[in-house]
């Protein structure tokens, strides 16, 4: 019995093989070449025209939480670089981040 629902849980909680997880990479970085060239940095909760089919591609060709983690991961690296950048003063003390599954955006006010 508890070997059924061990087999169950694994066929649900499967891993992406080595070829899906490049495909899923390719997938992402290709998504994120086109929102650098596209993205208007003032308003980044509004995704381009342009990445729409390349951000189905990455949706379908990854697993959701990757998806979410990825977002989230972007957010967080232009955040770290606009600091590294321009440096934190105290009219810069909130950070936002919004990930959702169609949008995106990060700001610091």
């Not at 649900?12 to 290709?30: G, H, I, L, N, Q």
């Not at 959701?64 to 690296?77: E, I, M, P």
């Given at each position: 019995?508890?070997?059924?629902k ?47 089919e ?26 770290k670089?606009?600091?590294?950048k ?13 990930t ?10």
């Amino acid at each position: 019995m508890n070997k059924i629902k061990f087999n169950k849980i694994q066929s649900v909680m499967s891993f992406p093989t080595k070829e899906e997880r490049a495909v899923c990479w390719s997938a992402r970085d290709k998504l994120w070449e086109c929102l650098d060239k596209y993205e208007d940095p003032l308003n980044r909760s509004k995704s381009p025209k342009e990445c729409a089919e390349l951000r189905k591609i990455y949706e379908k060709g990854c697993p959701a939480q990757w998806v979410k983690h990825f977002d989230r991961k972007r957010g967080y690296l232009q955040f770290k670089e606009k600091i590294e950048k321009q440096g934190i003063t105290t009219d810069e003390s909130h950070y936002q981040l919004c990930t959702k599954r169609h949008q995106h955006c990060s700001d610091v006010y």
